[in-house]
């Protein structure tokens, strides 16, 4: 009543105000309760009725806080304050102290709970798997017994310390030099499939100027020569390190020439190039076409093999128009026995046109593909068992398996504390030096990409170094300077230095080309964040770990995510951050033995990350510490960090601020509207950009395939939870229809074949595509853009499609 601020007159007679309780003691606990019950009873019907007569007047309380207005944001706290909390969890928060950025609501209330048991974690001394995909050993294998000249086994032995084949190796090199069938190669992630491919090119080319013994027989192959062998990859990165690859092994065969077309690069520069020669050419489809096209000089006459590398992801990229045309073109043009010079190509050469896919994965479109460009082709496999594995189960998309010494693992996280895991995550890995030194995390979509490399790196500037420091002759490459930066909160006094990278398609080429690089080269401890770009091919050995912080869009593009560690027999981690609810039945589909890939709470992994404070950086807000210091208190207080980053205006001078931003309680009380900031507030870059995160997030999950629909399910997310991943208070408007502001769960945007649903995903798409489309010209990009979001919107069961990285 009291906090009513109502006075009702009552005469409370003679009887006394408050009736003396009676204490009863002695007796079991049960005979005191009930003894006094009895009491309370008799009591109650002794009262007397109230009088008429007025009460003196009693002195309003100006202590006595005035009472809240009721909103409905009021009515779901309460609603909410019903849950139970746990013992260390925060206490009841007022709704206008979280839009005023002083408090965060809990992190720790309301979250849905882990329906899988958690597995014990494997014991540390546990023998690790041996690596399915290393090199074999030196005495049973070597390049010269599988064929290989002399010249080049000892070239990869001295120079590549390639002294042994892999498996995948073993079998594709002579099949590939004896015969001229086409070749369908399958293994797994980092099994060597690149120089499985290249290295009967080279052979077979070098064979044209050498005897069987591998004395030169007088005959000179140059780059004019002709072209002998294109090279087919998804990505423009792939494109470079393939080239990269093959221009290590041609050290030993100077006179050969490889070169790329890919898109994002000066075409005219590219013509010069082919108008100088080339023996091998490495090309994103759509650059290829438009060469083939338009650029006079390439003549494919002489072309021998065409390699797809990773062929399906060039057909789900929306390739296959091209990957037709190219084909097309190279079988229109008739095979030339001899070279313009008069060389018999036939010796040596394939004396028909040999078409080689591979990929660790394949998808169902790979009948398609093989469809367009394969004869009559052989399967090679890496190993026996893979291939009886395969035969078992058909060439289905669950016979693909990480490599075996790779230890994966899944983190059951609330949507309110992933970001707060993520970082606990990974302040607990690089929290010793030398334990990891490169990690990968994948994202949905480029805008996550971008919020999350801001929200994680350093905002303090770079430092000067000093004016009387020695002039350095060192030029600062502009191209990384929006892409590489030190890393903020996942240092540690022990590894001080994390150097923090982003990649997606949406970025300039050059800028892609120098991020990897300083990626690729860093000697820091690195951390990536990436989108599916990244996930195909891609070599950096020394990736220790790999973060699937949003799960893939189809299980295969999982498969090759995570072979971005463990590659060529080295060890390696993945963990996998799945939501508790649905997603926690995705684990069944990681391995044959769920119980390989062992279930995280996501508690302990804060608990770890966080059992020493946090740095905060330099000009951030820093929460007041809360007097009990343990790992859940600094969660709360690390998201309240983030979240006030977010709401911080770095133009507004400090008095702009309210009262109540700054602790205090806004002048004329609580209710009064002065709560609101001043008119010409701006909003932070950092906030526009974890809402616009948040949106595109939201759309790109709508894409997971429908196979796996039942483990991603839209109907299943709840909206405010997840804005608290990307800092927000709330969840932001936009995403599309059936959202609104105060709706918890997402309703899918509907699936309609044309109008707005198609509208929709098609906008959605371009959210968060951030590649590629390879090589070609805009409009050519657009087109096939164009072309996968009508497929897109035609059928919604394979939005596989389009996760373009
Ligand atoms: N015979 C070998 N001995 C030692 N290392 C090798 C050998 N062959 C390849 N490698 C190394 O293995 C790594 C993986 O090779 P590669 O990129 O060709 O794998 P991949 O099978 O194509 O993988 P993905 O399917 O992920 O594209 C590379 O770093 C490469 O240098």
Redesign the pocket.
């Known amino acids: 009543m009291a906090d009513d601020g109502i006075f009702v007159n009552f005469d409370l007679g003679d009887a006394p105000l408050v009736r003396k309780q009676q204490k009863f003691t002695g007796g079991t606990w049960r005979e005191r309760n009930k003894a006094n019950r009895l009491a309370k009873e008799a009591q109650a019907q002794v009262q007397p009725a109230p009088s008429s007569t007025k009460p003196p007047r009693v002195p309003y309380d100006l202590s006595r806080p005035v009472k809240r207005l009721r909103t409905d944001d009021r009515v779901a706290e309460q609603r909410q304050a019903k849950i139970p909390r746990t013992a260390e969890s925060a206490p009841y928060v007022p709704s206008h102290a979280i839009k005023t950025g002083l408090v965060s609501s809990s992190l720790f209330t309301s979250n849905p709970q882990a329906i899988t048991k958690f597995d014990e974690p494997p014991p540390e001394e546990a023998e690790p798997a041996k690596p399915s995909?290393a090199?074999l050993s030196e005495e049973a294998e070597n390049f010269r017994s599988l064929g290989m000249w002399t010249r080049v086994a000892q070239h990869?032995a001295t120079k590549?310390?390639?002294?042994?084949?892999?498996a995948?190796?073993k079998n594709t090199i002579p099949q590939l030099i004896k015969d001229d069938s086409d070749a369908f190669l399958q293994?797994?992630?980092?099994?060597?499939?690149?120089?499985?491919y290249l290295l009967p090119i080279v052979h077979r080319i070098m064979a044209l100027s050498l005897n069987e013994d591998g004395t030169p027989n007088g005959i000179k192959v140059h780059r004019n020569s002709g072209l002998f062998a294109i090279i087919l990859a998804p990505t423009r990165e792939l494109c470079k390190?393939i080239a990269v690859?093959l221009e290590k092994v041609l050290r030993c065969a100077p006179w050969l020439v490889c070169s790329t077309v890919i898109g994002g690069e000066s075409k005219k520069s590219e013509k010069s190039r082919l108008r100088k020669g080339v023996n091998i050419l490495i090309a994103t489809p759509g650059r290829l076409t438009d060469h083939l096209d338009n650029t006079e000089v390439l003549n494919v006459g002489t072309v021998r093999w065409l390699v797809l590398d990773?062929g399906d992801r060039m057909m789900e990229m929306g390739f296959e128009d091209d990957i037709r045309r190219i084909v097309g073109k190279i079988r229109a043009d008739k095979l030339a026995p001899t070279n313009e010079e008069g060389l018999v190509l036939d010796k040596a050469l394939p004396k028909r046109r040999v078409t080689v896919l591979?990929?660790?994965t394949m998808k169902m479109n790979v009948q398609k593909l093989g469809e367009i460009s394969l004869e009559e082709a052989v399967h090679i496999h890496a190993s026996k068992a893979e291939m009886e594995k395969d035969a078992e189960v058909g060439s289905t998309e669950a016979a693909f398996t990480a490599p075996a010494q790779l230890k994966q693992s899944c983190i059951i996280v609330p949507a309110k504390l992933r970001l707060v895991t993520l970082i606990a995550l990974l302040k607990a890995t690089f929290a010793r030096k030398g334990s990891v030194m490169k990690a990968i995390i994948f994202i949905s979509c480029a805008d996550s990409v971008d919020f999350h490399y801001e929200i994680l790196k350093d905002p303090a500037p770079i430092e000067q170094p000093p004016s009387d420091a020695p002039p350095t002759n060192t030029k600062p490459n502009i191209h990384i300077e929006t892409t590489v930066s030190p890393a903020a909160y996942i240092t540690s006094p022990a590894n001080t230095k994390v150097v923090l990278h982003r990649l997606h398609g949406s970025l300039a080429q050059p800028v892609r080309s120098a991020t990897l690089k300083a990626f690729t080269e860093c000697k820091d401890p690195a951390v990536l964040i990436t989108t599916d770009i990244s996930s195909?091919?891609?070599?950096v050995?020394a990736v220790d770990l790999v973060i699937e912080y949003d799960p893939a869009f189809a299980f295969p593009d999982h498969v090759?995510r995570i072979?971005?560690t463990a590659?060529?027999g080295r060890s390696g981690k993945a963990v996998l951050f799945l939501l508790p609810g649905p997603e926690e039945g995705y684990r069944n589909l990681l391995s044959s033995d769920p119980k390989s890939v062992p279930m995280e709470p996501y508690e302990s992994v804060v608990q770890k990350g966080l059992a020493a404070a946090v740095n905060l950086p330099t000009g951030t807000p820093v929460p007041a510490t809360t007097e009990k210091q343990t790992w859940t208190s600094r969660a709360e207080a690390l998201q309240l960090h983030l979240e006030q980053r977010l709401l911080a205006n770095p133009d507004a001078p400090a008095d702009g601020e309210t009262d109540s931003v700054k602790g205090k309680p806004a002048k004329g009380g609580a209710n009064a509207k002065t709560h609101k900031r001043p008119q010409e507030k701006k909003e932070s870059p950092l906030l526009v950009s974890g809402r616009q995160a948040f949106r595109s997030h939201i759309r790109a999950y709508a894409t997971h395939i429908k196979d796996e629909r039942q483990y991603f399910n839209m109907e299943e997310l709840h909206l405010g939870h997840m804005a608290k991943a990307f800092g927000l208070r709330e969840a932001p408007g936009g995403i599309g229809s059936g959202i609104s502001r105060r709706t918890h769960k997402f309703t899918a945007p509907s699936r309609q074949k044309s109008g707005a649903g198609a509208k929709q995903a098609s906008s959605s798409r371009s959210k968060f595509d951030d590649d590629e489309f390879g090589g070609g010209n805009d409009d050519e990009n657009k087109k096939r853009m164009a072309a996968a979001m009508a497929k897109m919107s035609m059928n919604m069961n394979s939005a596989s499609e389009y996760n373009i990285g």
């Open positions: 995909n090199p990869l590549l310390e390639m002294k042994a084949p892999t995948i190796q293994a797994e992630t980092g099994s060597g499939k690149t120089l499985a390190q690859v990773e591979c990929s660790a195909r091919g891609l070599d050995p090759h072979g971005r590659r060529a």
